[in-house]
């Protein structure tokens, strides 16, 4: 894996995002300014984000509006607790082999809209009642303006794959890649 596409380097994530001139020399030199326009474009970027993926179909929380700090959206749980993050589920079996398979498709639907998640792990899915979720895209990334699009869809594969191989539910990165980055170029 390149340096260029490690979370530390923020960078690769901002590629495509426009920004006026003055806006972007400030982000470029790290002024004040600069990190007040990165940090208010995590969440302008989340909120678009998740409002294509959910347009596309992706089961992703539905996002209701922009807040000063972030975004709100759709609860997912009930009343007597939230939906666990994949990685605390405790799934295995048919459960273990329907998260991966709709994790599959999740992906395809985003492919399809000209999203990558672009930080997908399992600490980034939830699963509530038989239905995999998808959640914090501040990081995601439009195919279309991100050069960088193709190389962070071939790493959150690699990052769930791993967890699901581990137990028993094997996803094949470079077949799974092949399928979905045709999305993205064409």
């Known amino acids: 894996m390149s340096q260029r596409t490690t979370y530390r380097n923020s960078a690769v994530y901002r590629e495509g995002w426009y920004l006026n001139a003055r806006d972007q020399r400030a982000v470029s030199r790290g002024s004040p300014h600069g990190h007040q326009v990165v940090a208010g474009n995590w969440s302008v970027n989340e909120f678009e984000m998740l409002r294509r993926a959910w347009r596309a179909g992706a089961n992703v929380p539905y996002p209701v509006e922009r807040t000063d700090d972030g975004v709100l959206m759709e609860y997912v749980g009930d009343a007597s607790r939230a939906a666990p993050r994949l990685v605390n589920a ?66 959150d594969l690699s990052n769930v794959a791993d967890w699901f191989g581990r137990r028993g539910a094997r996803i094949d990165v470079e077949t799974a890649f092949a399928e979905l980055v045709v999305d993205l170029v064409y």
């Open 90 to 155: 405790g799934l295995s079996g048919d459960a273990l082999h329907a998260a991966r398979d709709q994790l599959l498709d999740n992906v395809a639907q985003l492919t399809g809209a000209q999203i990558v998640h672009a930080d997908l792990s399992v600490y980034n899915l939830l699963w509530w009642d038989g239905r995999l979720v998808l959640i914090d895209f501040p990081q995601a990334v439009d195919a279309t303006t991100n050069p960088s699009a193709a190389e962070l869809l071939y790493r």
